[in-house]
């Protein structure tokens, strides 16, 4: 089974549109994450969010938000999509405190025409 | 909020080498983690390791906390240890913020 998927793996879109990328975790984690990794292959967190908070990066643009239906989803929607926004972005959980092991999914491609 | 700095940024060596990359960090770090991610994307935890040492075949890692920096060792190297090595932490107090990364070390292994 697979502990954090994501879908679509692959997302071409066009300039505006609005798209959504899901996350689900199956290993009863309290936080999942959203980051983004760019064609120089540096990771950025975008967001943390438990059933308590949802931390922002500062840096990202109002035009993304994170929604959360319950605790083992954490889904990424994307407003007016811009060239820039083309990146990997990949959602990741773990547990808070002290055994806080980092878990990827397999990143979703995101291409703006 | 921290920063990671790691070294070498790009590596070659040939398959049977040893290397050791290293992480740097700016303040006092928990959390601190490496990754590997493989040349199809997959990021893949290789160590949770805030401080001493662990090892796991091959692959070995040491965080000297006091000092700010972790090792990591691969021994033997393999062609599939190809790809990008990531080490991330965390500010003590950080709560459920996401871990800071660092920009990777490139490694290429030859057959």
């Known amino acids: 089974d697979t502990a954090v998927s994501q879908t679509p793996k692959y997302l071409v879109t066009q300039m505006g549109n609005d798209k959504s990328i899901k996350c689900e975790q199956n290993l009863g984690h309290d936080t999942m994450y959203w980051y983004k990794q760019d064609s120089k292959k540096f990771l950025k967190i975008m967001f943390s969010?438990?059933?308590?908070?949802?931390?922002i990066n500062e840096t990202v643009p109002n035009r993304f938000s994170p929604k959360s239906p319950d605790k083992a989803h954490l889904n990424l929607h994307i407003n007016s999509l811009e060239l820039g926004d083309s990146a990997v972005y990949f959602c990741a959980s773990s547990q808070t405190g002290s055994l806080g092991k980092l878990f990827f999914g397999s990143g979703t491609q995101l291409s703006v025409l | 909020g921290i920063q990671v700095e790691q070294s070498p940024p790009d590596l070659i060596l040939q398959e049977g080498a040893n290397s050791t990359l290293r992480c740097n960090f700016s303040?006092?770090?928990?959390?601190l983690q490496w990754f590997h991610q493989n040349p199809w994307g997959q990021l893949i935890n290789l160590f949770y390791i805030p401080s001493g040492t662990k090892q796991n075949g091959r692959l070995s890692a040491t965080t000297v906390a006091t000092e700010r920096y972790s090792l990591l060792y691969i021994s033997s190297s393999q062609t599939t240890d190809s790809g990008v090595y990531f080490c991330a932490g965390r500010a003590p107090g950080g709560g459920a913020d996401g871990l800071t990364f660092g920009k990777g070390t490139h490694l290429i292994i030859q057959p």
């Open positions: 969010y438990n059933n308590k908070e949802l931390i």
């Open positions: 303040d006092s770090v928990n959390n």
